[in-house]
């Protein structure tokens, strides 16, 4: 799906009473949902969001209908996102232990500095505040991504060339 078509989706739910919109497209699954003024993103199926324009000719937003009304006084059974719950916990867990080096940027991640070297930090590895983890390209500029703390390297958070969001944690460290 395109990133641009999501962003207009979100921004659209927020100008509505839409509270939960789920669309699947070509293996991905994507669910928006709003607690107040926030809109959440999940993402199943794919690890990542075809970022090309080709899937969506034309306007992306006419390719999807209103929503119909729910009324949740006629439900028979709760609905649980058993999933999403354990991602929570487990997101939580690592947050309260583990301190997170995160994306400045958004741009593609990558782990070596050209695809023959070494990646520059792997699990296990011990890091210094400064010392370069990743390298995130945006805009055709490589940008060297430094450590924010000292530790080690519990666990590598994106793969290599993946897209990456400004905020997005890359790496867990303790």
């Known amino acids: 799906m395109d990133y641009k078509a999501i962003i207009n989706l979100m921004k659209e739910m927020n100008h509505t009473d839409l509270t939960k919109l789920e669309i699947e497209e070509e293996g991905v699954k994507i669910c928006l949902e709003k607690a107040g003024n926030i809109v959440n993103v999940t993402q199943s199926a794919l690890p990542q969001i075809n970022m090309s324009s080709a899937a969506f000719p034309g306007n992306p937003a006419a390719m999807y209908q209103p929503m119909p009304y729910y009324d949740a006084s006629q439900a028979t059974t709760p609905v649980v996102h058993t999933e999403t719950a354990l991602q929570t916990a487990e997101k939580s867990a690592e947050d309260a232990n583990h301190k997170k080096i995160v994306s400045p940027m958004v741009g593609t991640f990558y782990a070596s500095s050209s695809p023959d070297k070494a990646a520059f930090v792997k699990v ?51």
């Not at 296990?124 to 010392?131: I, L, P």
């Not at 430094?146 to 519990?154: A, F, K, M, P």
């Open 124 to 174: 296990g590895d011990k890091v210094k505040k400064g010392q370069t983890v990743c390298i995130i390209e945006a805009m055709k500029l490589m940008n060297e991504i430094e450590s924010d703390h000292d530790g080690e390297i519990v666990k590598i958070l994106v793969t290599n060339e993946q897209m990456v969001e400004f905020g997005q944690p890359l790496f867990l460290v303790k």
